[in-house]
């Protein structure tokens, strides 16, 4: 079982920025891959930025440039930098953390941290 606590979420100007981590614990030893999510009102979840165990990196469209993602080599903590946010990047931000892989994988998912960019 892994456990994850998001922190960092807050209310910042447009063009601001905002740093956003999370905590893991629990069998951390296993994770493999580590990722955050968003999910604005009325609209569906998207991924955010991934990074796997050999620190590739995969940013969705709208994060590239703006958005960087990072851990610690044990997999304790995971951060999204955030630079130049629009008012569109308002949401909930989510992180998760998946071990194993194919059909034994399991995602496990924090309770998220609330990002809101005033215009």
């Known amino acids: 079982q892994v456990q994850l606590v998001e922190s960092g979420g807050g209310l910042v100007q447009g063009g601001g920025s905002l740093r956003l981590s999370c905590a893991a614990t629990?069998?951390?030893?296993?994770?493999?891959?580590m990722a955050w999510y968003r999910q604005a009102p009325g609209k569906q979840r998207e991924l955010v930025a991934h990074?796997?165990?050999?620190?590739?990196?995969v940013y969705a469209d709208f994060a590239k440039g703006r958005f960087t993602i990072s851990r610690d080599s044990a997999w304790s903590s995971v951060h999204l930098q955030m630079h130049a946010l629009k008012p569109e990047d308002t949401g909930v931000y989510y992180c998760?953390?998946?071990?194993?892989?194919?059909?034994?994988?399991?995602?496990?998912w924090g309770q998220g941290t609330q990002v809101t960019v005033s215009s």
């Open positions: 990074i796997a165990t050999s620190n590739n990196t």
């Open positions: 998760t953390a998946a071990t194993g892989w194919f059909a034994s994988r399991t995602d496990y």
């Open positions: 629990g069998t951390i030893r296993d994770i493999n891959t």
